[in-house]
């Protein structure tokens, strides 16, 4: 199997399913987790050197960072609802959650300071857009932009229709050579509905050294270290992802595949 395939694996005593860190990804900066909470179970985590962005998938909890009660926050009852609730746990902080339902969290850090509060980010700040068009058509929900405040993160989801394209066309994101294009490592977390379909995603580079199809199914992380990323989502099945993005430079500048750039014309 693929290195770039991750499959999620059975919840251990804290219900963590995955845990990709920068030594076990081979890279420098994105660390993503994910954990099946039961109703009543709490879970609680230093954040060290590293900035947090913990993502209610599905369920609620109540939530703490920093020092401060932010109460419950969640409600979805599966990812593919809109209305995402996530908790900001700054570098050098610690943060506390406890289901309040049986829960699903994704755990999205990277490098940090804590120069900055913790905080709750709520539906109503969650930046909403459609992209593309006919088969291109994918919903977007800003989580931690650019525009928002974080060190290094940015975390978004993204709704792709049955029978469409994401990601595409083509784009990379794997030189630091602004303002054109920044250098960013990413994972996608993939969920599909209903759960039995399957995802495909192509990770490959101009020189083709890297180079790999990848079928992923619901509940597998794709890492993208470098290349160009699209993803398809077959006919009958809807494709959530999750992306966690983070590099030298927190800013999302992108590279299109010219050999399929002239379908922006």
């Known amino acids: 199997m693929s290195n770039l395939l991750v499959k999620p694996s059975k919840p251990d005593t804290n219900g963590r399913i995955h845990s990709v860190t920068p030594a076990s990804a081979g890279w420098t900066y994105v660390g993503f987790e994910v954990y099946q909470l039961k109703s009543g179970q709490s879970l609680k985590q230093a954040t060290g050197d590293r900035e947090a962005c913990i993502v209610m998938l599905s369920g609620k909890a109540h939530a703490s960072a920093g020092g401060q009660d932010f109460g419950v926050i969640g409600g979805r009852k599966s990812p593919f609802e809109p209305d995402p609730w996530s908790l900001y746990a700054p570098a050098r902080s610690e943060w506390a959650l406890k289901a309040e339902t049986d829960c699903e969290i994704a755990i ?68 630091d050579a602004l303002p054109n294009e920044s250098f960013l490592e990413e994972t996608y977390y993939h969920r599909l509905n209903p759960p039995s379909g399957f995802a495909l995603q192509r990770v490959y580079t101009d020189d083709r050294s890297l180079d790999e199809t990848l079928a992923a199914s619901d509940g597998d992380v794709v890492l993208v270290p470098k290349g160009y990323h699209p993803v398809g989502a077959p006919h009958g099945y809807e494709l959530y992802y999750l992306n966690v993005m983070a590099g030298p430079k927190r800013i999302w500048k992108f590279h299109n595949d010219p050999a399929h750039a002239w379908m922006l014309a």
């Not at 900055?116 to 593309?132: A, M, S």
């Not at 792709?160 to 990379?172: L, M």
């Open 108 to 175: 999205c850090t990277a490098p940090g300071e804590g120069k900055l509060p913790p905080r709750v980010i709520r539906p109503d700040q969650v930046g909403q857009e459609t992209r593309g068009k006919g088969t291109n058509t994918r919903h977007v929900r800003n989580i931690l932009p650019e525009t928002e405040p974080a060190e290094s993160l940015l975390v978004v989801e993204v709704i792709t229709p049955s029978g469409h394209w994401s990601s595409y066309p083509p784009h990379k994101h794997d030189r």
